[in-house]
C-alpha cells in the first residue's frame, strides 16, 4: 500500500503562482510513475501532469504545458506541481496519484493509476 498526502493548495489571483507538494509513504518501491490530476465541479478528473519515477520523463496536458512543471524528489519520495501564470479554469481540486502498471512510464489517464491522495483545492479568482 501506498500513501500519499497533498499540500500547497490555495487560493491566488489570475496570473499568480502555487506550488503544489505530494509526499508519499509506504510500499514506494512499488510506484513506477506519478501524476497530477484535477477535478472542477460538474466536470471528469483530467490528467495534468505525470513523470516516471525512474527516467524522470513528463508529459503535460495541452492545456498546462509552459505554465506547469512537474518534478520529482526521490531521495524524499515527493512529487511537487509548480503552476505559474493561473487562469481562473485552473480552479479545481488537484490530486496526487502513483502508479504501478508495467510498461508504462508516464500518463494522463486516470484508470492507471492506483493510489490516489485525498486532494488540495487550488482556486484563481480573476
Known amino acids: 500500500q501506498v500513501q500519499l498526502v497533498e499540500s500547497g493548495g490555495g487560493s491566488v489571483q489570475a496570473g499568480g503562482s502555487l506550488r503544489l507538494s505530494c509526499a508519499a509513504s509506504?510500499?514506494?518501491?512499488?510506484?513506477?510513475?506519478m501524476g497530477w490530476f484535477r477535478q472542477a465541479p460538474g466536470k471528469e478528473r483530467e490528467g495534468v501532469a505525470s513523470?516516471?519515477?525512474?527516467?524522470?520523463?513528463?508529459v503535460y496536458a495541452d492545456s498546462v504545458k509552459g505554465r506547469f512543471t512537474i518534478s520529482q524528489d526521490n531521495a524524499k519520495k515527493t512529487v511537487a506541481l509548480q503552476m505559474n501564470s493561473l487562469k481562473p479554469e485552473d480552479t479545481a481540486m488537484y490530486y496526487c496519484?502513483?502508479?504501478?502498471?508495467?510498461?508504462?512510464?508516464?500518463?494522463?489517464?486516470?484508470?492507471?493509476?492506483?493510489?490516489w491522495g485525498q486532494g488540495t483545492q487550488v482556486t484563481v479568482s480573476s
Open positions: 509506504g510500499d514506494t518501491s512499488s510506484i513506477k510513475y
Open positions: 496519484a502513483a502508479g504501478t502498471m508495467f510498461g508504462v512510464a508516464y500518463s494522463l489517464r486516470v484508470d492507471r493509476y492506483k493510489y
Open positions: 513523470i516516471s519515477s525512474r527516467s524522470s520523463f513528463v
